[in-house]
């Protein structure tokens, strides 16, 4: 008789599984596991320059975004200036993106786990606003780098990031020659570039005016409630199915 029972306690397992798909508001404000971020976010009111749009509600501490304001900072000892000064409206867009990494709460729905040293999570393919990721290769275009893949790579023996052996420094342009090169490439894909506008609900933007709100709020909302559809099951059909299956395995014999 006991064997009887393991169809029907798979069964239940599976319908388990299937039943308990949570809604997806884990991933509302929330931070990842990195190096140098909070464990939950809340109010920074000292928040730096590029980094203040984040103080009613950061996963960033007021000494970190003190930090990516600088040209080598010592989070992580790397320099914006590897290939000669950076052009400061360059630079503007690289803070930026430093301070969505470090601070903003609303990222959940990209994020992965990742097996590194320095982080256990990072986000990947967050659909970029395509004005935020167009200014940012326009304003770049003329400064130079000797990468696509800022994230491996650099030779660190100086301990900071320097151009490994092989390398040249060449125009943004030249290693990114499109807008969705930088913005995709530049962090092995931490970023995709959106198809939809600033305003849209539907993409992130890189920095706001807090005056207005945290629009990415909305956004991290949408692609949250996403997520809990496509793990909601597909129908009665296919439990129905199964439930016929079971109980003619039970009756059997």
């Known amino acids: 008789m006991p064997w009887k029972l393991t169809p029907l306690l798979l069964f239940l397992g599976w319908m388990t599984s299937v039943c308990s798909a949570r809604a997806r508001t884990d991933l509302l404000n929330v931070c990842m596991d990195a190096k140098h971020h909070k464990a939950e976010p809340g109010p920074e009111d000292k928040l730096h320059n590029q980094c203040t749009p984040w103080k009613k509600n950061a996963c960033c501490s007021a000494r970190v975004s003190q930090e990516l304001h600088k040209d080598t900072s010592s989070l992580y000892n790397f320099t914006w200036d590897h290939c000669g000064k950076m052009e400061p409206a360059c630079q503007r867009h690289f803070i930026q993106d430093n ?36 200014s940012w290769w326009e304003d770049c275009r003329t400064s130079y780098t000797c990468k696509s893949n800022w994230h491996r790579g650099w030779d660190w023996t100086s301990g900071s990031n320097k151009c490994p052996n092989g390398t040249t420094c060449r125009t943004f342009e030249t290693y990114f020659p499109t807008p969705a090169a930088l913005c995709e490439g530049l962090w092995s ?6 198809n939809y506008s600033r305003g849209s609900g539907r993409c992130i933007q890189m920095w706001f005016d807090p005056a207005l709100g945290n629009p990415n709020e909305e956004v991290a909302r949408f692609y949250a409630l996403a997520l809990t559809a496509e793990a909601r099951p597909q129908g009665i059909r296919p439990l129905l199915l199964c439930l016929a299956l079971m109980l003619s395995l039970w009756l059997h014999d």
């Open 99 to 134: 301070c969505l990494y470090e601070c903003s709460p609303n990222l959940g729905p990209w994020i992965q786990e990742v097996n590194q040293k320095w982080r256990k999570e990072r986000f990947l393919n967050v659909p970029l606003c395509k004005e935020d990721c167009q």
């Open 189 to 194: 894909h931490s970023y995709k570039l959106s």
